[in-house]
């Protein structure tokens, strides 16, 4: 799987937009972008993911860039449960074909104050 | 439905000593995988299951680690001669490609594994 770059850490005041940045310069066409948390003593947790378009859901939207060599994740309102570390993915192929294995890199570590 | 099981959440064990983690996927969940995480870094991939086959192990499962999935439900990840380094956050996940997006990995909340 293609390598990501994400910041270490982030803060964010609480009911304020986060946008967590991730860089993959070497993502394929195939490539999908997928986005987990992991909140703290927890597994991590599925939050969206995306191939070319920008995708939203109850928990987050995903702004892919036009060339696909960087996308942001958005919290829209971050509340303090949104603290946690965030992983930027990709994996090759469609979810149905390739199954789940996933490739963590480090994250984002999200710190939300009140 | 619960989701994904993992007993126990906390295994302390001397050096030397074999142990044994169980997972319990979300009913009828064809994949199931195990990962591993120590402090500070991301989950790394250990090997997973499609029904009761092993499609997968990663070079990190070393042959004193081995998983089963023997009816195609739980999985057990045994380790046998434990070494300090074996100390981590053990990972089960599972997923279903069968129904819907097949997109999401479920996990389940770990076993931590302390090799004193």
């Known amino acids: 799987d293609a390598k990501t770059t994400q910041p270490n850490s982030m803060e964010s005041n609480e009911e304020e937009p986060v946008h967590l940045p991730c860089n993959h310069s070497t993502i394929s066409g195939t490539d999908y972008i997928h986005w987990y948390r992991q909140l703290p003593s927890q597994g991590p947790e599925y939050v969206i993911h995306g191939l070319t378009s920008n995708v939203n859901n109850r928990m987050a939207s995903l702004a892919i860039a036009e060339d696909r060599k960087s996308s942001t994740l958005i919290l829209h309102r971050a509340t303090l449960r949104d603290a946690a570390v965030y992983y930027c993915i990709l994996r090759d192929g469609p979810p149905k074909a390739a199954g789940n294995k996933l490739t963590f890199g480090g994250g984002t570590r999200v710190l939300v104050k009140p | 439905d619960t989701g994904v099981s993992q007993n126990p959440r906390h295994k302390i064990t001397k050096r030397g000593q074999n142990v044994t983690f169980r997972c319990d996927p979300i009913s009828e969940h064809n994949r199931l995988y195990w990962y591993r995480q120590t402090l500070g870094q991301g989950p790394e991939f250990l090997t997973y299951?499609?029904?009761?086959?092993?499609?997968?192990k990663s070079r990190l499962l070393s042959d004193r680690f081995s998983a089963e999935r023997p009816k195609g439900s739980f999985s057990t990840l045994e380790i046998q001669r434990t070494e300090q380094g074996d100390s981590a956050m053990y990972l089960c996940?599972?997923?279903?490609?069968?129904?819907?997006?097949?997109?999401?990995?479920?996990f389940g909340q770990g076993t931590r594994l302390t090799v004193v």
């Open positions: 996940a599972s997923s279903d490609l069968t129904r819907g997006s097949g997109t999401e990995a479920f």
């Open positions: 299951f499609q029904n009761e086959a092993q499609l997968e």
